[in-house]
């Protein structure tokens, strides 16, 4: 078997992505757009759509009754307008990388062609994310609720006797009953937290899948779950380069906030933050950022045989 025929370890990925990117300059622009170019369009945004707001509550008689759902219309459509922007971006980002990744090369054309073909689907695959995140968080919630309800029944008297004040409850729960119930919320929330996190390592992929395999949202879901099963080792590798180099990053620049090309996970580089750091330390998350989104393209092709002939 030759070098080619055989499956690159993840040093050899590393050296190929390196190659990719130097000669791919343009791979920046969609993390750049992402991580600065979304958020001061998000604020223009929500100052265009929150000040009609406050003209109108300034000017009604009942200022609050139109602040409160006027804000929460407002607040809805910038976040559908963030997705929106956000999925775009990541579909012409996604189209990039797979040009690069198979030919070698990609150019601006790549953003449009890979904007107008993956858009679709990419948004599919995030709203699909959401749904499984606030599921688990909505399971979350209703566990701590029934955890906490024996002990807030322990305070509701059972009869109330006419009178001005109502008595005060005599069932007060014990010290270990409060110990018990906090420690079980802990136990709530950390099952919740493992099992977001576990989606979010099986999903890691997707998009990957969805440009590589040219396949719909919940099939790249599906097949990024596959992957990393069968890619699991490789999979926990990667993570451990993203963290050195992020953590390399944090020691350097001690107290930094996001931007620079965004934040999280190796998966989580679609993303973009309204606080901007240091220029030196958005170079460096920049870097980060668009290597490690190339180099799970890299390791996705070449594990799938998208790279030999």
Do not use: C
């Amino acid at each position: 078997m030759t070098r080619r025929e055989r499956e690159m370890d993840l040093i050899e990925a590393f050296k190929k992505t390196v190659d990719l990117l130097r000669s791919n300059l343009i791979l920046f622009l969609p993390p750049l757009i992402l991580a600065y170019l979304i958020p001061v369009a998000l604020l223009l945004a929500g100052l265009y759509i929150f000040a009609p707001v406050l003209i109108v509550a300034a000017n009604n008689p009942a200022p609050l009754s139109v602040l409160g759902p006027g804000f929460i219309a407002a607040i809805l459509i910038i976040i559908v307008i963030a997705i929106l922007a956000y999925a775009y971006v990541a579909a012409a980002w996604a189209g990039m990388n797979k040009s690069a990744t198979l030919t070698g090369r990609t150019a601006l054309d790549d953003f449009w062609v890979g904007a107008k073909k993956y858009f679709g689907r990419i948004l599919g695959g995030i709203l699909a994310l959401i749904v499984i995140h606030l599921v688990l968080i909505i399971l979350g919630i209703a566990a701590t609720f029934a955890v906490l309800l024996p002990l807030i029944m322990r305070f509701v008297p059972t009869q109330i006797p006419p009178g001005a004040f109502p008595p005060f409850p005599t069932g007060l729960p014990e010290f270990s009953q409060i110990i018990a119930a906090i420690g079980n919320m802990i136990g709530v929330w950390l099952v919740i937290g493992t099992l977001g996190g576990l989606v979010f390592l099986f999903t890691l992929f997707w998009v990957q899948s969805a440009a590589l395999d040219d396949v719909g949202a919940l099939s790249a879901l599906g097949r990024s779950i596959s992957f990393v099963k069968n890619n699991f080792k490789t999979t926990l590798g990667i993570a451990a380069l993203y963290i050195i180099a992020t953590g390399f990053t944090g020691a350097i620049f001690p107290g930094g906030g996001g931007g620079g090309g965004g934040g999280g996970a190796a998966g989580g580089g679609y993303g973009f933050s309204l606080v901007i750091p240091a220029p030196l330390e958005a170079i460096f998350r920049l870097l980060i950022t668009t290597f490690f989104v190339l180099y799970m393209f890299v390791v996705y092709a070449d594990r799938t045989g998208k790279l030999r002939p």
